[in-house]
């Protein structure tokens, strides 16, 4: 399962890295990953205007995409788009940050699942 990582460098520079996340076959119930671990669950809807300048993560977390489309740009330039479905894991809690804008005039729903 696909997962985009962002995260920061030793220079405070904030990147995408895309990484796989495996799946084991668990028969009948379907392809299970192991057990991660987690602190907590956020439930979150923001408004079709959202558009947050730089800032980090407030904590090492997954934000899971229920719906939406937002496009997160990093501080090397780089953008990308995320809609209902995606998965990232911010992990960008210090440094330059990054930027995220809603890019569709619709709400957007999502789930953060913080990681200790």
Do not use: C
């Not at 671990?37 to 809807?45: C, E, L, V, Y």
């Amino acid at each position: 399962m696909k997962v985009t990582r962002v995260y920061s460098d030793a220079s405070g520079e904030s990147h995408f890295l895309d990484k796989e996340i495996a799946l084991h076959d668990a028969g009948q119930i379907g392809r299970l990953s192991d057990l991660q671990p987690a602190a907590g669950i956020i439930f979150r809807k923001n408004d079709a205007t959202y558009d947050y300048d730089w800032h980090n993560a407030p904590q090492k977390q997954y934000i899971i995409m229920l719906d939406g489309e937002i496009e997160i740009e990093v501080s090397s330039g780089k953008k990308r788009t995320f809609r209902g479905g995606d998965i990232l894991l911010v992990e960008d809690v210090s440094g330059k940050g990054h930027r995220t804008r809603t890019v569709n005039n619709q709400p957007r729903r999502s789930i953060f699942v913080t990681i200790p």
